[in-house]
């Protein structure tokens, strides 16, 4: 009778164990889906702003170092974070870190040429 409890036990837990996984992975997905529309969102509004183009993979990747950047200097001056992906702030901080980094890559670009 034992001998087959522990095979089934045994069963389950695997079973158990692959959906967290699963719900996990999904999470993960679901979490970096998010943060790459944002991103977007903020690199886009930040190329309007300062007059460049650098395409949808750019201003992907702008935007997600601005919203490090803006949220790194929400949270030196509030002592707070900026909340998950989907607040309102952190979208202006990171439109707002996107717009400072493309300031200094202009910046630099500029002494680059002159």
């Not at 036990?9 to 997905?29: K, R, T, Y």
């Not at 992906?85 to 996107?98: D, E």
């Amino acid at each position: 009778m034992y001998g087959l409890a522990i095979p089934v036990i045994l069963f389950i837990v695997g079973v158990l164990l692959a959906l967290w996984f699963l719900l996990v992975l999904a999470g993960s997905f679901i979490d970096l889906l998010i943060w790459v529309v944002v991103g977007l969102i903020a690199g886009w509004i930040a190329s309007m702003i300062m007059r460049t183009e650098q395409g949808i993979i750019g201003d992907i990747l702008v935007g997600l170092a601005g919203a490090l950047i803006g949220g790194a200097l929400y949270s030196l001056v509030t002592g707070q974070s900026t909340g998950g992906p989907l607040s309102l702030t952190n979208l202006v901080m990171a439109v707002i870190g996107a717009v400072i980094l493309l300031a200094v890559l202009k910046a630099i670009r500029g002494c680059q040429i002159a």
